[in-house]
């Protein structure tokens, strides 16, 4: 029972990639979902989150070092949650994961997002 991240891939400063994340196992429909991502030497930290659409009001609210460039979308039909990554800069370099929010599920392998020239 986790989520799974994928979609990740190397980019060229300035480009976009989009990440999916899969539920297995459970709904997604009544939680928040977290985008997270730890890069090498550092904490995972929060960059982005989507309340529910089921008793919330489904808003997302992004880390100020991603806000205006990534998007966070849900698809409670398919328990899939997406992140839409656009001008991407090379400390956008990271592992990066979704979870529910607060974490509550394992964190699965990630996917690996490499920005560089």
């Known amino acids: 029972v986790q989520l799974q991240a994928s979609g990740g891939g190397s980019v060229q400063p300035g480009g976009s990639l989009r990440l999916s994340c899969v539920a297995s196992?459970?709904?997604?429909?009544?939680?928040?979902i977290g985008w997270f991502r730890q890069s090498t030497g550092e904490e995972r930290e929060q960059i982005a989150c989507i309340a529910s659409n089921t008793g919330s009001d489904g808003s997302a609210t992004y880390a100020g070092s991603v806000r205006g460039r990534f998007t966070i979308s849900r698809d409670d039909a398919g328990s899939s949650a997406y992140l839409q990554m656009n001008n991407l800069k090379p400390d956008d370099t990271a592992t990066y994961y979704c979870n529910t929010d607060p974490p509550s599920r394992g964190w699965g392998q990630g996917t690996q997002v490499t920005v560089s020239s």
């Open positions: 196992g459970f709904s997604l429909n009544r939680y928040t």
